[in-house]
């Protein structure tokens, strides 16, 4: 072999050796480029999974007006419209278009928590404002413009906390209604909470609390006892319906940043009032008592004949941020017309069904804390505020409830009664005087979950709004005696009563040893009482004020801090 021939050999080895090797890089680079596909494909994989279980939108089939009357008029009805009246009553309305359209969570960054889910609950009184509601919860410099062009100088002072509790609104990812209306002629037939949801760019989900049936809901209500042949025609047309618009709906929403998922709607077992024979029957029974067509109007007038009951609309939130990647939000409303015993029932009932639940969850709502008998609060004052029109029932309307108000005044009620209505979980004093909400809030403290957590009861300075500790105050704005009261009821007779029956409870990581690492990720802070944006115009956005709660994604640095 010669030399050059060596030599190109030896050349075309070692391009063999450098081929190898660059082969050998390629293989790796390629190997890499697939595992980075496979993870991508797996996300994105994962994410389609999610993204399928997420319900563009669906409901269930509504009543027609003919219906409506059909369970008005008759408590037996045939199977078929009993089996449709089931399903609206146990099926939730969900819808995720605003997910599809882009929406994303905002988790504001909540000065010492960090990024935070920002949850509020609010009463809002079947929708009866639902216009500067809208405004209130997307638009703070219009809401403060018509706050300042009302006539009321005194209102101009709370700028500062009108502001900040507007922020809070608009910043919310998670918002729990209670009594909100669908197809009602008293809030103009609006589907309050599309129309919410579609303002705030949310997802939502809608459950049926109840289906309203009275006779002066569907336009059946005979005003053949009212002599003045005008004040007559006044009332029939205050209450004649549109036939085509009645739902007769009235329920509990979810508004939700974050999509929702496995959406329930579990109606309670043990129902603490019958809506439908108990209303029916006390007009009966009244009848009998009562002198003067005036009166039994006035009477007919605040009876409210459902179908239904109290009800709990549960839905799952994807959260990547925590462990568990899920939170789980219940949206409540306990009775009202029962005793504390019963609601006390009715909250058992709740956490028995949520007990295997192992990510955190908050459940939220209105609670009906009064500390009363509620069988007594059933006829609340000379009206049921705003039932149709509201200037004519602070004049003519007035004279028709007459000896009801009165009788069923809130003035009525005990010193004890008072002493606790701020503070519902204040500790009585027994046979003296007992505080009849006590054990609803004894056991809520008490109880454990499977996975041994509980529900967070702590009340820190550093994590409330206004630097109170105490029971609950971490989750629920305390006052420098009691909590922040939610509720206003108007009295026949001296100022109105105010109540605390608004609530939010968190369960997270806290188990009974508090000093676990975790042991504040996604526990509550900084709540609010947003009692100046519902008082801020004249006439008052609903007769609850919303409350509000921030939720950490990570372990606030505030929870390092010496006292935590």
């Not at 079947?126 to 009302?150: P, Q, V």
């Not at 606790?420 to 454990?448: C, H, I, M």
Request: proline share 5%.
């Amino acid at each position: 072999m010669t030399r050059s021939e060596r030599l190109r050999r030896s050349d075309r080895n070692t391009i063999y050796l450098l081929s190898g090797e660059h082969s050998a890089a390629v293989v790796i680079r390629l190997q890499l480029i697939l595992l980075l596909a496979l993870i991508l494909c797996s996300t994105a994989s994962a994410q389609d999974d999610h993204r399928a279980d997420y319900l563009h939108s669906s409901q269930p089939p509504l009543l027609s007006y003919a219906e409506l009357v059909t369970l008005s008029q008759h408590e037996t009805v045939d199977p078929a419209l009993a089996a449709k009246l089931q399903t609206l009553l146990t099926t939730p309305f969900i819808n995720n278009e605003a997910y599809f359209n882009g929406t994303k969570p905002l988790q504001p960054d909540v000065e010492g928590l960090g990024p935070s889910l920002r949850l509020v609950a609010w009463n809002i009184e079947r929708g009866m404002e639902l216009d500067d509601i809208k405004l209130a919860m997307t638009d703070k410099e219009g809401f403060l413009a018509k706050a300042h062009a009302e006539p009321n100088d005194k209102k101009k002072t709370m700028d500062k906390d009108l502001i900040a509790q507007m922020e809070v609104f608009q910043s919310a990812d998670v918002i729990v209604l209670n009594e909100l209306d669908w197809g009602m002629k008293r809030t103009d037939y609006r589907p309050v909470v599309k129309e919410l949801a579609a303002a705030l760019k949310m997802n939502w989900a809608y459950g049926v609390e109840f289906v309203e049936v009275d006779p002066k809901v569907l336009g059946l209500q005979s005003f053949a006892n009212v002599k003045d042949e005008a004040e007559r025609k006044e009332l029939e047309g205050l209450f004649s319906v549109d036939k085509d618009r009645v739902l007769g709906l009235h329920g509990t929403a979810i508004l939700s940043r974050y999509p929702l998922r496995d959406v329930k709607l579990v109606p309670f077992k043990y129902q603490a009032y019958d809506w439908y024979n108990g209303e029916k029957k006390y007009g009966t029974v009244e009848a009998g008592k009562r002198k003067g067509a005036s009166l039994l109007f006035g009477e007919e007038i605040v009876r409210e004949v459902r179908r239904g009951g109290r009800t709990n609309l549960i839905a799952t939130l994807d959260v990547p941020e925590l462990p568990q990647g899920q939170v789980t939000i219940i949206a409540t409303h306990l009775e009202n017309r029962t005793t504390p015993k019963g609601r006390v029932q009715q909250a058992n009932e709740l956490l028995d069904m949520v007990r295997p639940i192992r990510n955190p969850l908050v459940i939220a709502g209105d609670m009906n804390t009064t500390g009363t008998d509620g069988s007594v609060l059933s006829i609340k004052s000379a009206v049921l505020r705003k039932l149709n029109d509201p200037g004519w029932w602070a004049t003519t309307g007035i004279k028709y409830a007459t000896g009801v108000g009165a009788v069923m005044d809130l003035a009525t009620f005990s010193f004890k009664t008072a002493k606790f209505q701020a503070d519902p979980t204040a500790s009585g004093v027994p046979l003296l005087a007992p505080n009849p909400e006590e054990n609803f809030f004894d056991d809520l403290e008490k109880y454990r979950f499977d996975d041994g957590s509980r529900i967070d009861f702590r009340g820190d300075e550093k994590l409330s709004v206004n630097g109170r500790d105490g029971t609950l105050s971490n989750s629920n704005e305390r006052a420098k005696k009691g909590f922040v009261t939610t509720f206003s009821l108007p009295r026949t007779l001296g100022e109105k009563g105010k109540f605390k029956l608004d609530w939010i409870f968190v369960k997270a990581y806290l188990t009974d040893d508090s000093k676990t690492a975790d042991s504040y990720r996604f526990a509550p802070g900084f709540a609010r009482t947003m009692d100046d944006v519902n008082e801020a115009l004249d006439e008052p956005l609903s007769d609850h004020a919303a409350i509000s709660v921030d939720l950490p994604l990570k372990q606030p640095a505030l929870a390092a801090t010496p006292g935590h």
